[in-house]
Structures are given as C-alpha cells and as structure tokens.
C-alpha cells in the first residue's frame, strides 16, 4: 500500500487497512485490505497524518501529509516545491 490512511477494526472483527494505492492503470485509488493483528503496529507508525501549517515565506496556510518520523515542511508547495516531489 503507497500510502496508509487509517488502521481500525470494526465489531470486534478483522483489523483492516485503509490507503492508497495504485491500480492496474497507474491511479491512485482507496483501498481497504485485511491485515493480521501482527502487523497493527507496523501500519499504525507508517500512517500517514494530515497536517496543517503556516508557510514560512508567503504566511499561507497550507496542508501536507506526512508520517510521524518524516521530517516536517516548513513552506507550502508553491514556494518549497522541491519538498513535495
Ligand atoms: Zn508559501
């Protein structure tokens, strides 16, 4: 899975894994797939978090995705577009 959004379990059942990924046409498309409890932990620290930041060149507001231990922009797309390739 390229990028992983959520692990949860639901009524007691399977753990189950939510991200994206790419299909057989190259597009990123959500996808949720079954996981063993084993590998909770593992998904769970390379979950993917929404962040919300102030640019600190052009003061704008801007938001990125990140996992925990990635290091953290400091300016938004338009004016560090080097961070987000
Ligand atoms: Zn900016």
Same mark, same amino acid.
Do not use: A
């Given at each position: 899975?390229?990028? /992983?959004?959520?692990?949860?379990?639901?009524?007691?059942?399977?753990? !189950?894994?939510?991200? +994206?990924d790419y299909n057989e046409d190259d597009k990123l498309v959500f996808q949720?797939?079954? /996981?063993?409890?084993?590998?909770?932990?593992?998904?769970?620290?390379? !979950?993917?978090?929404? +962040?919300?930041?102030?640019?600190?060149?052009?003061?704008?507001?801007?938001?990125?995705?990140?996992?925990?231990?990635?290091?953290?922009?400091?300016?938004?797309g338009n004016c560090d577009p080097d961070f987000y390739d």
């Amino acid at each position: 899975m390229k990028m /992983i959004t959520g692990v949860s379990k639901k009524h007691n059942s399977k753990w !189950r894994l939510y991200g +994206y990924d790419y299909n057989e046409d190259d597009k990123l498309v959500f996808q949720s797939r079954r /996981i063993s409890f084993l590998l909770v932990w593992y998904y769970k620290l390379k !979950r993917i978090k929404t +962040y919300n930041d102030i640019c600190d060149n052009c003061l704008e507001e801007f938001r990125f995705h990140s996992t925990r231990f990635e290091k953290k922009p400091s300016m938004c797309g338009n004016c560090d577009p080097d961070f987000y390739d």
